[in-house]
C-alpha cells in the first residue's frame, strides 16, 4: 500500500481557495487517488477520486500531475463550515484502506 | 451517493460486558465491509476487513476472539466487542466498498459508534 504524506494542519480564510497537497511517491500502476473529509464524531465523506490530470465535481478539483507521485485537493472559495479533516488515500480501494494522519483544515472568518 | 448506517449511534457498557453494533448498507449490496477504530485526535486505524459470508480478516495487533465479526448477509455486517473493558472506549466506524460506474472501488463509510466502557 502507498504511503501518503500530507500537511498537519492548515489554516484559510471563508472565501479563499485551499490547496492541499499529498505526496505519494510508491504509488502503483493501479492505484487511484481518493480524498476524504472527516468531521468530528461523523464518518468520513467521500469527496472526489481520480487516477491522472484533472478530476473536478461540484465541491472539489483533484489535480495529479504525469508522474502521479503527489496530488492537489483543491477546495474553491471555502467556509466556516469546511473546517475538517481531510484525508488523501491511494489505493485500488479494491482492497483495505489504510488511512494517514490526514490534513486539519481551519477555516476563519 | 451510497448510504451506510450504523447502530448505535453512541452505547455506554459496563467494563466485562458485550457490545453489538450494525453496520448496514442501506441501497446496495456490500460483499466487502470494513471496520474502523478512531481515537480522539487521530487517524482511523483499520481492524478488520469483513467478507460476506466468510471468516474477517483482521490486521495484525487486533484480537480477533476480542472483536468479533459476522458478515451474514450482503447488506448487514455486526461488530461485537467482548468483554469491554474501559480501554476499547472509542469512536467505531464502519465502510461498504462500493463498485462505482466508472469501475473504480469507492468507500462510503457510516457515521460511526461512539462506545464507552465504565
Known amino acids: 500500500l502507498a504511503k501518503t504524506t500530507q500537511p498537519i494542519s492548515m489554516d484559510s480564510y471563508e472565501g479563499q481557495e485551499v490547496n492541499i497537497t499529498c505526496s505519494h511517491n510508491n504509488i502503483a500502476t493501479n492505484d487511484y487517488i481518493t480524498w476524504y473529509q472527516q468531521f468530528p464524531s461523523q464518518g468520513p465523506r467521500f469527496i472526489i477520486q481520480g487516477y491522472k490530470t484533472k478530476v473536478t465535481n461540484e465541491v472539489a478539483s483533484l489535480f495529479i500531475p504525469a508522474d502521479r507521485k503527489s496530488s492537489t485537493l483543491s477546495l474553491p472559495r471555502v467556509s466556516l463550515s469546511d473546517t475538517a479533516v481531510y484525508y488523501c488515500?491511494?489505493?485500488?480501494?479494491?482492497?483495505?484502506?489504510?488511512f494517514g494522519a490526514g490534513t486539519r483544515l481551519f477555516v476563519k472568518a | 451517493g451510497a448510504v451506510v448506517s450504523q447502530h448505535p449511534s453512541w452505547v455506554i457498557c459496563k467494563s466485562g460486558t458485550s457490545v453489538k453494533i450494525e453496520c448496514r448498507s442501506l441501497d446496495f449490496q456490500a460483499t466487502t465491509m470494513f471496520w474502523y477504530r478512531q481515537f480522539p485526535k487521530q487517524s482511523l486505524m483499520l481492524m478488520a476487513t469483513s467478507n460476506e459470508g466468510s471468516k474477517a480478516t483482521y490486521e495484525q495487533g487486533v484480537e480477533k476472539d476480542k472483536f468479533l465479526i459476522n458478515h451474514a448477509s450482503l447488506t448487514l455486517s455486526t461488530l461485537t466487542v467482548t468483554s469491554a473493558h474501559p480501554e476499547d472506549s472509542s469512536f467505531y466506524i464502519c465502510?461498504?466498498?462500493?463498485?462505482?460506474?466508472?469501475?473504480?472501488?469507492?468507500?462510503?463509510f457510516g457515521p460511526g459508534t461512539r462506545l464507552t466502557v465504565t
Open positions: 488515500l491511494v489505493g485500488t480501494g479494491g482492497f483495505k484502506t489504510i
Open positions: 465502510s461498504a466498498r462500493v463498485l462505482s460506474l466508472a469501475r473504480t472501488y469507492e468507500q462510503y
